[in-house]
């Protein structure tokens, strides 16, 4: 009695899971032939913005990339409180001390401050020239010339990451009809967090002019340079500088 009725719903069971069965392929097929489609569209956004990537002339070189990249950062996290504090360059903001950075202690919480790029010290290492042209803006009256600043030597304290010594020969190239060149022997440190070469004249030294050139994070071959009365410190003439 109960068999043939068993039977039916065993068939009918059967069937709604071949039903069920066959839903599921389709929903399958849908979602690949879906996700062709996808590909298809990316694949021609993608070409179309090759083609206008072929049109950009010239197209920029990586330095010039870095070059603006690092100055977009600098501007975007100059902000911190005290000039003893320099930014951690994360996604958030954060500032620490500049003697923080590169003395094995990771005080951003980002870690920047102990990172290669931030504690490599490539700007300042022997032998490396930096060329610019000064514009004078006031102490004395000169027409534009070149400066050349060259790495001497350096030393970094192994206690002591924030700050590395640097010797460099300053060359100030004052009158350049009448061949009168100004060189001396420069004596300061290089600081990682602030980006900055600073060189007073050696003891002994009667040049007038210290030099102070700041990096920006990223790019170690270009720095914005001031020309300051040994002194004061009072700005007399700039510089942007390019390593050779
Ligand atoms: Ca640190």
């Not at 197209?59 to 100059?78: F, G, M, W, Y």
């Not at 980006?195 to 009667?206: N, S, W």
Request: negative net charge.
């Amino acid at each position: 009695m109960w068999t043939p009725v068993l039977l039916i719903l065993g068939v009918a069971y059967m069937a709604n899971g071949f039903d069920r069965e066959g839903a599921k392929e389709k929903v399958f097929e849908y979602r690949i032939s879906n996700q062709h489609l996808h590909i298809e569209r990316l694949e021609e956004e993608l070409t179309k913005l090759e083609a206008e990537f072929d049109k950009l002339e010239p197209i920029p070189d990586k330095h010039s990339i870095d070059e603006l990249k690092a100055r977009v950062q600098n501007l975007e996290h100059n902000d911190c409180n005290t000039k003893r504090q320099v930014p951690c360059h994360g996604d958030r903001y954060h500032c620490v001390n500049d003697l923080q950075v590169c003395d094995g202690v990771k005080d951003c919480p980002n870690g920047g401050d102990e990172d290669e790029a931030t504690c490599n010290g490539h700007p300042v290492t022997p032998g490396r020239s930096y060329v610019g042209r000064a514009t004078w803006e006031s102490c004395v009256q000169h027409d534009p010339h070149n400066v050349i600043v060259t790495i001497a030597a350096n030393k970094k304290a192994d206690f002591f990451g924030a700050r590395t010594w640097v010797r460099a020969v300053v060359t100030l190239e004052v009158d350049e009809h009448s061949h009168l060149v100004k060189t001396y022997i420069g004596r300061g440190y290089w600081s990682p967090g602030k980006r900055l070469i600073a060189l007073a004249p050696d003891e002994g030294v009667k040049a007038a002019y210290a030099v102070a050139c700041k990096f920006n994070l990223g790019d170690d071959d270009h720095a914005d340079c001031k020309i300051v009365e040994r002194a004061s410190l009072h700005v007399c003439a700039r510089f942007r500088a390019a390593s050779v």
